[in-house]
């Protein structure tokens, strides 16, 4: 069920799959797109970590505050369960996601219309099988953050879900809109973190840092010699 990041990291997802809400209504899954998506894969008749994965997303979020749910960036989830209709999606809503009224507007729950679970799940690397000794489905629990054209940018998984985490994460799959605009600061914090695979989360990027430090280092030592060089040679034109 391990994701393959590296096989995955930059595909895009199909834009005209047609997907259901919680409320009846169909729509593409490119009219979410425009904006970074943060896609959570589930199942409505999971009592486990599906409903968790969804109230602690709802909590994290709650705790973002550089970025608008809706606004800037929108939240889908999913079910990979052939059995889901609309009406699991609206009582897995109701009774167990715990997304407040106010999160509504940017996240909606949905099934699949056509069919093609697999086929959906499977443009991100997402994996499950059923089993019949759990009876349950077996899963990875993991944020997948699409790009405004639909690419997958990065993985997050539960384990490692916070506020700064999500927020950088959007970032990364803003980074189109944010190096084309005037938002200098998350310009900076791009530039400033990187995604450390072996350990799953955001670090500061040492590498840059440091090379950022060397240039300056540089650039101050070169003006601190053409300075003393220009202070010499006015000293020397005035016979001192």
């Known amino acids: 069920m391990q994701i393959d990041e590296p096989r995955f990291l930059g595909n895009r997802i199909v834009g005209e799959t047609v997907l259901t809400d919680a409320e009846g209504k169909d729509f593409r899954m490119g009219e979410l797109l425009g904006k970074p998506v943060i896609l959570l894969l589930s199942y409505y008749g999971c009592d486990g970590t599906c409903p968790?994965?969804?109230?602690?997303?709802a909590?994290?979020?709650?705790?973002?505050t550089r970025f608008e749910l809706g606004k800037d960036y929108r939240v889908l989830t999913v079910s990979f369960d052939k059995r889901d209709t609309p009406a699991t999606a609206r009582e897995f809503l109701a009774k167990a996601a715990g997304?407040?009224?106010k999160?509504?507007?940017?996240?909606?729950?949905?099934v699949v219309k056509?069919?093609?679970?697999?086929?959906?799940?499977g443009e991100v690397g997402y994996r499950f099988f059923w089993s019949?000794?759990?009876?349950?489905?077996?899963?990875?629990?993991v944020l997948v953050f699409l790009t405004p054209e639909g690419r997958v940018a990065r993985y997050i998984y539960g384990t490692r879900?916070?506020?700064?985490?999500?927020?950088?994460?959007?970032?990364?799959?803003d980074w189109e809109r944010i190096s084309n605009s005037t938002a200098v600061?998350?310009?900076?914090?791009?530039?400033?973190?990187?995604?450390?695979?072996?350990?799953?989360?955001y670090q500061l990027n040492y590498s840059l840092l440091a090379g950022v430090g060397s240039l300056l280092l540089g650039l101050t030592l070169m003006a601190l010699g053409a300075w003393m060089y220009r202070r010499k040679m006015a000293r020397k034109s005035q016979g001192i």
């Open 52 to 57: 968790t994965m969804n109230s602690e997303l």
């Open 59 to 64: 909590k994290v979020l709650d705790k973002v």
């Open 99 to 101: 997304v407040p009224e």
């Open 103 to 110: 999160m509504k507007s940017g996240w909606r729950h949905a």
């Open 114 to 121: 056509t069919g093609a679970v697999e086929q959906f799940a």
């Open 132 to 141: 019949d000794a759990a009876r349950a489905f077996l899963h990875p629990n």
């Open 161 to 173: 879900m916070d506020a700064k985490t999500v927020e950088l994460a959007i970032t990364d799959a």
């Open 185 to 201: 600061f998350d310009m900076l914090t791009g530039a400033c973190f990187s995604y450390n695979y072996a350990e799953g989360k």
